[in-house]
């Protein structure tokens, strides 16, 4: 059965700070996709990136990174020189090819950046 | 192109009624998905369809929920009877099949409060 864990409940850090949020998940499926969605205060989920199980490719976009490592099984991001519009509830998903298209979440981290 | 829209986005309802919630999924999406958000239980997957038929409803919690999506268009999530516990927020998602590497886009919640 496919499984997202989301082990950080809160982050708080200052603002410029890096910062990562971790996750790890389970599938026995050899295709996947792994996905981060933001939910802002305002309660909207917003999409940020969508990584296949075969590419390895780390991904950088603007001060969002993203690692993916099959190996651990963790698809973890990074923000660099964080801001206080980056405070949201952050979520990691899984969809496995087989499991149709079922997209299951992580429990999501919080994250609160202070100026 | 619009996105994912729910309505209502707000809604006070007494124990007891029937609550419908609806959602127009994005234009030439094949997939569609209804998911429920409180904080005891995070983001879970209530049901899903796949061209309009329903394909897993194994998170529905009980008899009292139904979902139907009648067309491509347009999908409804039904309570009935509502209790205080049905409280949280709903969101509605849909996503190409075969595109897009299964991602799903999410519409902005309904924010249900049965009092």
Redesign the interface.
Known sequence: AQKVTQAQTEISVVEKEDVTLDCVYETRDTTYYLFWYKQPPSGELVFLIRRNSFDEQNEISGRYSWNFQKSTSSFNFTITASQVVDSAVYFCALSEATGGFKTIFGAGTRLFVKA | DAGVIQSPRHEVTEMGQEVTLRCKPISGHD?L?W?RQTMMR??E?LI?F?NNVP??DSGMPEDRFSAKMPNASFSTLKIQPSEPRDSA?Y?C?S?P?GR???????G??S?LTVV
């Open positions: 997939y998905f998911y995070g983001l997957l899903y796949n394909i897993d927020v969101f998602a996503g099949w897009q590497g299964n991602t799903i886009y999410f902005e919640g924010w």
